[in-house]
């Protein structure tokens, strides 16, 4: 099965590589590419995990196009018969899963929403009966679902972990008009996937949106949009209260880091075949449940 470390694209501008992406400066527009990469706290491992990138980008392309009526998109294309002739020089490692966007303006902050009880918001209310410094019912066990979902956003951290801000400090960065069309949109947006999700099998218990705007007009959904990597997705079936319920995402490969003795400072150690093929199947079975189909070839 193909895998894609970093890709390779010499006749175009490499604007940055992420932990998982690889963007392309084409003036106007910008090349995204999903590698298979996969990190661990904040540490990029050394093993791929076949079909990530694939998965990121179609799954993203699904909810594109299921979502677009409630907010557009920066998606141009992801036919790279349609990409400009430097980046179909190396179409086969683009293929399925890179996407050509507009160049959007972002909006410094991150559109986290939670529905349950889950992760650092469950850390806190423990502590202190707040998710993000908003108080909640006293009672609620881990994974419970919230009252009602929470817009919760957080600053974009360039490397390490992003950070919680209450949704005033929000409205000092962006302004307190866009803040208010950044909650409408991301809560809008979060029901109509949960919905869709719940129909599927599959609790979406949280997630993060980014949004740009183009000279100044609207705000646009862009990068990835309720993916494996970006949201926190539970089985129905094995969903129960008090307990973290298992993920489709990486939290199978933090598992198997956590039994190892290492510092979680790089390098990253390898990842045995076994866990390799095990996240790699979570992911796709992530995109077939959501989409209602098999990854394509």
Same mark, same amino acid.
């Given at each position: 099965?193909?895998?894609?470390?970093?890709?390779?694209?010499?006749?175009?501008?490499?604007?940055?590589?992420?932990?998982?992406?690889?963007?392309?400066?084409?003036?106007?527009?910008?090349?995204?590419?999903?590698?298979?990469?996969?990190?661990?706290?904040?540490?990029?491992?050394?093993?791929?995990?076949?079909?990530?990138?694939?998965?990121?980008?179609?799954?993203?392309?699904?909810?594109?196009?299921?979502?677009?009526?409630?907010?557009?998109?920066?998606?141009?294309? =992801?036919?790279?018969?349609?990409?400009?002739?430097?980046?179909?020089?190396?179409?086969?490692?683009?293929?399925?899963?890179?996407?050509?966007?507009?160049?959007?303006?972002?909006?410094?902050?991150?559109?986290?929403?939670?529905?349950?009880?889950?992760?650092?918001?469950?850390?806190?209310?423990?502590?202190?009966?707040?998710?993000?410094?908003?108080?909640?019912?006293?009672?609620?066990?881990?994974?419970?679902?919230?009252?009602?979902?929470?817009?919760?956003?957080?600053?974009?951290?360039?490397?390490?972990?992003?950070?919680?801000?209450?949704?005033?400090?929000? =409205?000092?960065?962006?302004?307190?008009?866009?803040?208010?069309?950044?909650?409408?949109?991301?809560?809008?947006?979060?029901?109509?996937?949960? =919905?869709?999700?719940?129909?599927?099998?599959?609790?979406?218990?949280?997630?993060?949106?980014?949004?740009?705007?183009?000279?100044?007009?609207?705000?646009?959904?862009?990068?990835?949009?309720?993916?494996?990597?970006?949201?926190?997705?539970?089985?129905?079936?094995?969903?129960?209260?008090?307990?973290?319920?298992?993920?489709?995402?990486?939290?199978?490969?933090?598992?198997?880091?956590?039994?190892?003795?290492?510092?979680?400072?790089?390098?990253?150690?390898?990842?045995?075949?076994?866990?390799?093929?095990?996240?790699?199947?979570?992911?796709?079975?992530?995109?077939?449940?959501? =989409?209602?189909?098999?990854?394509?070839?």
């Amino acid at each position: 099965m193909p895998v894609l470390l970093s890709s390779d694209c010499p006749g175009l501008h490499l604007l940055s590589r992420g932990k998982v992406r690889d963007i392309y400066d084409l003036d106007a527009s910008l090349l995204l590419v999903a590698s298979d990469r996969i990190s661990a706290f904040d540490v990029v491992l050394p093993s791929p995990i076949p079909d990530k990138g694939r998965v990121l980008t179609q799954l993203s392309l699904f909810w594109f196009d299921y979502l677009r009526d409630i907010c557009s998109n920066h998606l141009l294309t =992801a036919d790279v018969a349609q990409f400009p002739p430097a980046a179909r020089a190396c179409a086969e490692q683009l293929r399925g899963r890179s996407m050509l966007v507009r160049r959007l303006e972002m909006v410094p902050i991150e559109c986290v929403v939670r529905g349950y009880l889950a992760g650092s918001g469950w850390l806190e209310y423990r502590k202190q009966g707040t998710v993000c410094g908003i108080p909640l019912p006293p009672g609620l066990q881990e994974a419970d679902p919230l009252p009602q979902p929470l817009f919760t956003p957080s600053t974009k951290a360039a490397t390490g972990h992003d950070e919680n801000i209450s949704p005033a400090r929000a =409205a000092e960065l962006v302004g307190r008009e866009t803040a208010r069309e950044l909650e409408r949109l991301s809560l809008e947006l979060y029901s109509r996937a949960a =919905a869709h999700a719940a129909g599927c099998g599959i609790i979406l218990a949280d997630t993060k949106f980014e949004f740009g705007r183009q000279s100044g007009g609207p705000l646009v959904l862009a990068d990835e949009v309720l993916t494996p990597d970006s949201s926190r997705f539970w089985p129905k079936s094995e969903y129960r209260r008090g307990q973290s319920p298992p993920s489709f995402d990486k939290q199978y490969v933090r598992d198997y880091l956590l039994t190892l003795d290492w510092n979680k400072q790089p390098p990253g150690p390898a990842l045995p075949d076994p866990v390799v093929a095990r996240t790699s199947e979570k992911y796709r079975e992530a995109y077939r449940r959501l =989409a209602g189909r098999e990854l394509p070839a």
